[in-house]
């Protein structure tokens, strides 16, 4: 069975600066994948090609076995209802409030009736943990953590197969952090998700991650996160090993 | 087909079958509707196969709860589909009250909204005052270091709103001459009185209208870029950061852009006034088949020695209201992006508002003194 999400052989050009240098990377379905690498390597490029934003100087992106950017501008429309996004600050529309955030991809794919739209909505607020009375309020009227679960309501808001999360916990305090930990992993088993996330939360990758995919040198190696523990590359022993990770990877082993 | 319904006296049998998303929405939601509940009191499903998604399961769920509320119950035989169960942990919460809408001729919240309304402008009208007393005190804190008037600053504002707008400016001023000289030319014909369009187009151009539409042009362009930058600013906390250093925003936004415009504005009108004399010569040529001799001749006789004082002096006032109204509007930006487009179109037309009446208080104030 093909992968639900296959990148090959991505080449990224900034003027002379290379960015990805072939670049592969291959999600299955019902995995969490977590992307880490250091600041520039070009991590939300990549979840830029994947969306389909950027067309890349050379390579693929597959999704279900589809080429995307190769595809006629109805096809990207119809497959942009399979997945959802969530940005780095969130990106919701400052002039809707949360629900109209969530209906904003409903209206556009769906024929559906208002109420309809309305309790779906509302249920996905409610989902992602909001307290009901937030669905009314605006983005600017949300504490930092709430704009991340309202973006994953937005991102989750056409059942999507596959859920593309751009560093969901960075500016979470630990506990908030955690708990977005644990709504993810609830969603991804009760609802059969596919996550790809990119991350530098360590508590994170632990604590959800099935496989992770490090971009070292414009390439990425990817592999189960034990894998990646025993990985000799310098980098990835720096990150997996340095001072702040050590005592988390010990846990990670005990459990 | 979504669902298969089979009844065995007051049992009725549910089997769910294929994939239950949003897509179907419509479908499902019509093979429900057309289950019949009455007769039965137990409903057991069975959910198979099916993959449900959270609309699906969102439809089951509102299908069941019919069917309770007609009195029939329900069991699942095998798990419940997980999407099921995820919704039933969510709802455990109370659901919301849905929000009120008022009549809108409620006299008595019409009242309301009225009082409301005079406290709200009354204080916008005061943070207004503050604003521009803060500045004020600025701009007399920046006299006394000039390290602190940031002259790079103020060039890159004079470049902005002076130099780069000279295109537009000269074209403006070539045309005012043009609808004076067309207009006047006209009229004045008729009374044998070609020569007065020369007065008309340097004593219009010099005192009124060069100095006018040039405060106009600048307002549309610079006024609203100052509100846009300064509540973009606001938006990223630039404007929060810039205080948390210890940088007084006002002195490093307002004041700039206030000292910037105060140096490009006169200099604007200046150019205006010479494209507009030159395009009048141009044109009394070619309407009246005047000399240009003749022309300068006139113009000198037409203009006294305040004429051009009379609109250049203006041209400060004018600078500082649309920079401050530019500014203010800008520095109250909070939140949303919408209210960035809303205080920036405000920005404009306050800046237009101000220039037009403080011109019509110069025009009352000049006759006043004879000038």
Request: net charge neutral; with cysteine.
């Amino acid at each position: 069975m093909a992968a639900l999400l296959e990148v090959q052989g991505i080449v990224t050009r900034f003027g002379t600066q290379t960015v990805h240098a072939g670049l592969d990377m291959r999600v299955e379905e019902g995995e969490v994948f977590g992307i880490v690498g250091g600041s520039g390597v070009g991590k939300s490029v990549l979840l830029r090609t994947i969306l389909g934003l950027r067309r890349p100087e050379a390579g693929t992106v597959r999704f279900l076995g589809r080429d995307l950017h190769s595809m006629s501008a109805a096809a990207l429309h119809a497959l942009k209802a399979s997945y959802g996004v969530t940005f780095q600050e969130g990106a919701l529309f400052s002039a809707l409030s949360v629900q109209q955030n969530v209906q904003a991809p409903m209206l556009e794919h769906w024929r559906l009736p208002g109420p309809a739209l309305d309790e779906l909505a509302l249920l996905k607020v409610q989902l992602v943990g909001l307290p009901a009375d937030a669905a009314l309020k605006y983005p600017s009227q949300l504490s930092g953590g709430m704009i991340k679960r309202a973006a994953l309501a937005r991102a989750l808001a056409l059942d999507p197969r596959l859920l593309l999360l751009d560093e969901p916990t960075s500016g979470l305090d630990p506990i908030s952090a955690a708990a977005f930990d644990e709504l993810l992993l609830c969603l991804h088993q009760e609802l059969k998700l596919t996550v790809v996330m990119i991350t530098h939360d360590l508590d994170t990758i632990f604590r959800t991650c099935s496989r992770v995919g490090v971009i070292v040198a414009g390439r990425m190696i990817s592999d189960t996160l034990a894998g990646i523990l025993n990985n000799q590359d310098p980098w990835i022993r720096r990150y997996f090993h340095g001072a702040r990770a050590l005592e988390r990877a010990g846990l990670a082993h005990g459990a | 087909m979504f669902v298969t319904a089979q009844r065995s006296a007051d049992q009725l049998n549910l089997q769910l079958q294929g994939e239950w998303r949003a897509a179907q929405f419509s479908a499902i939601e019509a093979e429900l509707n057309s289950i019949e509940l009455s007769g039965a009191r137990h409903a057991r499903v069975a959910a198979g196969s099916a993959l449900l998604d959270l609309s699906g399961a969102w439809l089951l769920r509102e299908f069941l709860q019919r069917a309770h509320n007609a009195g029939v119950e329900s069991s699942f035989e095998g798990a419940e589909p997980s999407a099921l169960r995820l919704i039933e942990r969510t709802y455990t919460g109370e659901m919301p009250a849905h929000v009120v809408r008022h009549e809108w001729l409620d006299p008595e919240q019409a009242v309301e909204q009225l009082g409301r309304r005079t406290v709200h402008n009354w204080l916008n009208l005061l943070d207004g005052l503050q604003f521009i007393g803060h500045v004020g005190v600025a701009l007399a804190r920046s006299l006394g270091g000039l390290r602190r008037l940031r002259a790079t600053s103020i060039a890159r504002h004079i470049y902005d709103t002076g130099i780069t707008a000279i295109p537009i400016v000269s074209l403006i001023g070539f045309l005012i001459s043009v609808i004076l000289a067309y207009m006047g030319a006209q009229q004045l014909r008729r009374f044998g009185a070609d020569i007065f369009v020369v007065d008309l187009v340097t004593v219009g151009v010099l005192r009124e209208l060069g100095v006018l539409l040039t405060a106009i042009i600048v307002a549309g362009r610079s006024g609203s870029a100052f509100a846009a930058e300064i509540g973009a600013m606001q938006l990223n906390e630039e404007v929060d950061a810039l205080e948390a250093i210890g940088i007084d925003p006002i002195e490093a936004l307002v004041l700039p852009r206030v000292l910037g415009l105060l140096i490009a504005l006169p200099l604007l009108t200046i150019i205006a006034d010479l494209i507009g004399l030159v395009g009048g010569g141009l044109l009394c040529h070619a309407l009246l088949h005047m000399p240009l001799l003749q022309y300068v001749a006139r113009a000198q006789s037409a203009i006294a020695s305040t004429t051009f004082w009379a609109g250049i002096i203006k041209a400060p006032v004018f600078a500082v209201m649309i920079a401050l109204a530019g500014c203010y509007c800008g520095m109250r930006v909070h939140g949303s992006s919408r209210e960035l487009g809303r205080l920036t179109t405000l920005a404009v037309v306050i800046s237009i508002f101000g220039v037009l009446l403080a011109d019509a208080l110069f025009a009352v104030l000049f006759l006043q003194l004879d000038i």
